[in-house]
């Protein structure tokens, strides 16, 4: 069974960065996007950004400039580089794939668990 699993989360004061990780495991035909959400109380899920294809990126306008998000092909990882952290930033992070496998090669999607980020004022 596939599973995304996170790290990199934690405290951090304005100004600060942080860098998440995000590793697919499980028998993976391939994956043809990656991506970050987050999640603040009280708040709607929001695109944070996206990988897709190659190298197509695509950010929210609120991290746009801020944040950088990547991938290393060979170990089904998505990155999120985090710089000038804002307290309006603090959330909760997930990981989201859409990954081939053996029953479905089309893709289906995938969830982490989340991360927690909380910048500090």
């Known amino acids: 069974q596939v599973q995304l699993v996170e790290s990199g989360g934690g405290l951090v004061q304005a100004g600060g960065s942080l860098r998440l990780s995000c590793a697919a495991s499980?028998?993976?035909?391939?994956?043809?996007?990656m991506g970050w959400y987050r999640q603040a109380p009280g708040k709607q899920r929001e695109l944070v950004a996206t990988?897709?294809?190659?190298?197509?990126?695509n950010y929210g306008d609120s991290v746009k400039g801020r944040f950088t998000i990547s991938r290393d092909n060979a170990k089904n990882t998505v990155y999120l580089q985090m710089n000038s952290l804002k307290p309006e930033d603090t959330a909760v992070y997930y990981c989201?794939?859409?990954?081939?496998?053996?029953?479905?090669?089309?893709?289906?999607?995938?969830w982490g668990q989340g991360t927690q980020v909380t910048v500090s004022s």
């Open positions: 989201n794939a859409a990954i081939a496998i053996l029953g479905a090669p089309w893709g289906n999607d995938y």
């Open positions: 499980g028998v993976i035909l391939s994956i043809n996007a």
């Open positions: 990988i897709t294809g190659r190298s197509i990126t």
